[in-house]
């Protein structure tokens, strides 16, 4: 397994590159973090309009919502790569196409991490806020989203965990990050499939053992602010 490593480590981090696109393990973390943070404005929006008072609002989030949470990601990843660009007739890369679709079930997931959180603060925050003289909006931008997503932290981190396992369902449209570029190796030693394998369980297991401890960190580190605040 070292020789293994020392042979193609990397090769499993950047793919390609400088002499082609970018691959591996590289692509895999910088897709997953951009679209978390591409979708978090599309999320903030949402989550506000999943708790919003006006049906009008509430009610279509919603359906979206449950569409886009009912639907395999593995389905949308083969239409907005084949279905789309035939209907279209724009036809987007691997990695372009894979992000946009990250991006629309972060940001749906981060609806509803944004609307648990603010339904989870007492409501006086937001009309002490309105007493003050503050709009609604001022109120949601100064007062009550911050406290949302500081509480909300640990699920965001758990979310991008979500993200990384989720980029390798782009290998079924080519796009090289680290599962594909396993799969390239195992390829080339074909003698070693239990090897590679096992580098590549090994890979996400540390990526996202260390982020969900830090996402328990997180959590236990909210939990005792309250704690102290509440004594």
């Known amino acids: 397994m070292l020789e293994l490593i020392d042979t193609y480590w990397l090769y499993f981090l950047v793919g390609?590159?400088?002499?082609g696109p970018l691959g591996g393990l590289a692509l895999t973390v910088l897709l997953s973090v951009g679209a978390?943070?591409?979708?978090?404005?599309?999320?903030?929006?949402?989550?506000?309009?999943?708790?919003?008072?006006?049906?009008?609002?509430?009610?279509?989030?919603?359906a979206l919502v449950q569409v886009v949470r009912a639907v395999p990601l593995l389905l949308v990843v083969f239409w907005a790569y084949f279905f789309l660009p035939a209907v279209t007739g724009v036809k987007t890369g691997q990695a372009t196409t894979m992000l946009m679709v990250l991006v629309l079930f972060d940001g749906v997931y981060l609806a509803e991490i944004v609307a648990a959180g603010i339904?989870?603060?007492?409501?006086?925050?937001?009309?002490?806020?309105?007493?003050?003289?503050?709009?609604?909006?001022?109120?949601?931008?100064?007062?009550?989203?911050?406290?949302?997503?500081?509480?909300?932290?640990?699920?965001?981190?758990?979310?991008?965990?979500?993200?990384?396992?989720?980029?390798?369902?782009?290998?079924?449209?080519?796009?090289?990050?680290?599962?594909?570029?396993?799969?390239?190796?195992?390829?080339?030693?074909?003698?070693?499939?239990v090897e590679v394998y096992l580098i590549l369980a090994l890979t996400y297991f540390i990526l996202c053992f260390g982020l969900s401890r830090l996402a328990f960190l997180f959590e236990r580190r909210l939990a005792g602010k309250r704690a102290v605040?509440?004594?």
């Open 229 to 231: 605040q509440a004594s």
């Open 119 to 193: 339904r989870s603060l007492p409501k006086g925050q937001l009309e002490s806020a309105r007493s003050l003289g503050l709009s609604y909006p001022q109120a949601l931008r100064l007062v009550v989203l911050p406290q949302t997503l500081r509480s909300s932290l640990p699920s965001i981190v758990s979310q991008l965990v979500s993200t990384i396992k989720a980029t390798s369902l782009g290998y079924i449209i080519g796009l090289s990050e680290v599962s594909f570029i396993a799969t390239q190796v195992n390829t080339l030693v074909f003698t070693q499939a």
């Open 16 to 19: 390609q590159y400088p002499d």
């Open 36 to 62: 978390l943070l591409l979708a978090m404005p599309f999320g903030l929006l949402l989550g506000v309009a999943r708790v919003s008072s006006y049906r009008a609002i509430a009610w279509p989030v919603a």
